[in-house]
């Protein structure tokens, strides 16, 4: 079984100022990694995802985020926000097989202030 | 881009009365899901589909849950009294490989 934790229920931030989401994970098997957004009354978006290879990866919108197998983690990281990236984030995991669900972490609420 | 669309965005039931949530899942995916989100907390595993059949359920998907595949394009969950506790955001899932593409919800609200 998988679980996860984001530390931060919301994040407050400057515009224009860098801004890191964590997210760390527990599992017994290997894992894929992902990041979501949910916009204010909108479905989940998908940001970026690690499952190979590159353990740094780019998804949409400038995000970045850092898959470290030593330290499950799988922060999700931004140099400059914009009020546009007011949202909840949610990380979460699966493990590889096909019908494997997501087990999400409880989301992080980025609030981007002018 | 094709994208899993889902009907109705909202529906407000009273409580004990059965409701369907429909879902188009991207036309050339395979693996099905369902997940809840109720108010403030995090998305929460319902039920997977596969080859017409469930092959995951948490301890949520109880015997009041039903899901199915009437065709080839829609894919349904049923719920056949529902309860408050039922109100939330559901969401619909695809996939064809590993990510899975969800779509846009539906708010039930059970009064």
């Known amino acids: 079984a998988q679980s996860v934790t984001q530390l931060d229920s919301q994040v407050p931030v400057f515009e224009e100022a860098p801004v890191e989401l964590r997210c760390n994970y527990s599992?017994?098997?290997?894992?894929?990694l992902f990041w979501y957004v949910q916009y204010p009354n909108q479905g989940l978006q998908l940001l970026l995802k690690?499952?190979?290879?590159?353990?740094l990866v780019k998804g949409i919108n400038g995000f970045e985020a850092e898959f470290n197998k030593s330290q499950t983690s799988f922060h999700l990281r931004k140099p400059s926000v914009h009020i546009s990236d007011t949202a909840e984030y949610f990380c979460?995991?699966?493990?590889?097989?096909?019908?494997?669900?997501?087990?999400f972490g409880k989301g992080t609420r980025l609030s981007v202030i002018a | 881009e094709p994208e899993v669309t889902q009907t109705p965005s909202h529906q407000v039931t009273q409580m004990g009365q059965e409701v369907i949530l429909r879902c188009v899942p991207i036309s050339n995916h395979l693996y099905f899901y369902w997940y809840r989100q109720i108010l403030g907390q995090k998305v929460e595993f319902l039920v997977s589909?596969?080859?017409?059949?469930?092959?995951?359920k948490s301890e949520i998907f109880d015997d009041q849950f039903s899901v199915e595949r009437p065709d080839g394009s829609n894919f349904t969950l049923k719920i056949r009294s529902t309860k408050l506790e039922d109100s939330a955001m559901y969401f619909c899932a695809s996939k064809a490989t590993e990510t899975q593409y969800f779509g846009p919800g539906t708010r039930l609200l059970v009064l």
């Open positions: 589909f596969y080859n017409n059949e469930i092959s995951e």
């Open positions: 599992s017994s098997v290997s894992v894929y």
């Open positions: 690690y499952l190979s290879g590159s353990t």
């Open positions: 979460a995991v699966s493990g590889y097989g096909g019908n494997t669900p997501l087990v």
